[in-house]
């Protein structure tokens, strides 16, 4: 046998996981690095978030942000606007003006359409210049003249020939009516005359009568004589009665035809007279309805050219020329309708905002207010400074919306404009306005929902 050693191999123990036992120093080392690889970065964030957090908190409650309720606004003039319209309106024939230009008071705006106008007002003229022809041919009649002349200067838009006409016409019918007249005139002077003749002629028969009734009566009495002597008979006698009868029945209708004829003349002399106050009657009235007519046409042919004075439509002011609504030539313009604004030059400007009903208990008299004009870009220019000057007792309710809201107005302080000179205001310029109401810290402005909403939570039933 030899000697020869055996080495008889170690047992390899290993761990449940198995691991050997002479690795496990190395795989704890292992882990330990991994742990501490990922401790590392966790720790790292972890400071970094608290330092994050703590710092916004820090900052967050000492830093103040302002409180400010925002408004729509535009920009006003302090003094009043004027706002420019036409009484009668009109249709628009030229604007010569543009928005921004300046005027004095008195300066052409714009000019109406006024060959309506001038057509009525040349009507007019010539409807008085044959009125005027006919008051003459009236106060011709009324003069009983015999001739009628009229001499006035034609109208505009008249020429010779038609006034000749207009004339001639007028007089043709003085003719006719004077010859109408001076006829019936005639017509009851000679039924007069005829009847004056026929009274005369009356009289004289029974004058003539009376004288042969006394003859007969002189005759009768002395046949009554002599017939009483029995010289006379009786039939002569009563035939000298019959004959005085006969006599005295011829002078009764003498009388009777004499007060027929002064009747029948009483009654040609009234109609004649009826016939000049008929005559003359119409001519009054004739007369006065045409004064009445010539009155009104003058009145009308006043408002006419009136209409074409004011078809020259002129600054009321001096100012700036702002709101143009009416551009078109060719446009409608209606009675009292406006058509430009002119606001004041060089005067003060306010800027008015509506502040709604829910922000109103925020603003007052004197406040802060900032105002940031929307024409001009965020970027290039800074919100101008100023403070309320006036804020509205009562809400005013708008008609489209029906929200109600609140008129304030806002003055820059000065010096603000000169702050930023490429800015200027003009009117009507819209803004969004700021009222400050005071500072508060960020952290306030991030907790306030929150806290809203835990106390409206805990007031819900």
């Known amino acids: 046998m030899s000697n020869s050693s055996i080495t008889l191999a170690s047992p390899e123990y290993r761990r449940a996981d198995n691991v050997p036992l002479s690795d496990w120093d190395e795989v704890v080392r292992e882990e330990n690095r991994k742990e501490t690889t990922f401790l590392g970065p966790m720790l790292t964030g972890l400071a970094i978030l608290v330092i994050g957090v703590g710092g916004f908190l820090l900052w967050a409650s000492v830093t103040l942000v302002a409180q400010a309720s925002m408004a729509a606004g535009k920009v006003i003039v302090q003094s009043n606007t004027k706002t420019v319209t036409h009484l009668e309106g009109g249709t628009l024939e030229s604007l010569v003006v543009a928005e921004g230009d300046k005027v004095n008071a008195g300066s052409l705006i714009a000019t109406l359409d006024v060959t309506r106008s001038q057509s009525n007002a040349t009507q007019l003229r010539q409807q008085l210049f044959v009125l005027h022809i006919r008051l003459a041919r009236l106060m011709a009649e009324k003069d009983e003249k015999t001739v009628f002349d009229f001499t006035q200067p034609l109208p505009e838009g008249m020429d010779k020939d038609t006034a000749q006409q207009l004339v001639d016409t007028e007089r043709k019918l003085f003719q006719e009516r004077l010859a109408q007249f001076s006829g019936q005139l005639s017509v009851g002077r000679s039924t007069i005359e005829q009847l004056k003749s026929q009274r005369v002629a009356l009289v004289a028969r029974r004058q003539s009568s009376a004288e042969q009734v006394e003859v007969v009566r002189r005759d009768y009495d002395m046949l009554d004589k002599l017939q009483e002597r029995k010289l006379a008979t009786k039939i002569e006698l009563n035939e000298k009665k019959l004959q005085l009868m006969d006599m005295?029945?011829?002078?009764?209708?003498?009388?009777?035809?004499?007060?027929?004829?002064?009747?029948?003349?009483?009654?040609a002399e009234l109609s004649l007279a009826n016939t000049r106050t008929d005559y003359f009657r119409q001519i009054s009235e004739q007369t006065q309805e045409t004064q009445a007519d010539i009155a009104r046409i003058r009145q009308e042919i006043i408002a006419a050219?009136?209409?074409?004075?004011k078809s020259a439509i002129r600054s009321p002011q001096t100012g700036i020329i702002a709101n143009i609504r009416i551009r078109t030539p060719g446009s409608a313009v209606l009675a009292g309708q406006p058509i430009v604004d002119i606001v004041p030059d060089n005067q003060p400007m306010l800027i008015e905002g509506h502040a709604k009903a829910a922000d109103i208990d925020s603003v007052h008299v004197g406040q802060k207010a900032e105002i940031k004009l929307t024409s001009f870009g965020a970027a290039e220019t800074q919100p101008l400074v100023g403070h309320v000057v006036y804020v509205a007792a009562d809400g005013t309710t708008d008609e489209r919306t029906g929200e109600v809201s609140y008129v304030f107005r806002a003055t820059l302080d000065e010096g603000e404009l000169k702050k930023q000179p490429d800015l200027f205001l003009y009117p009507g310029m819209t803004a969004d306005v700021y009222i400050v109401n005071g500072d508060r810290t960020a952290l306030a402005y991030l907790t306030l929902p929150i806290l809203r909403s835990f106390s409206k939570a805990f007031r819900e039933q």
């Open 305 to 309: 050219e009136d209409v074409v004075a």
């Open 248 to 267: 005295q029945t011829r002078i009764a209708e003498s009388d009777a035809s004499i007060a027929e004829a002064n009747q029948r003349q009483t009654q």
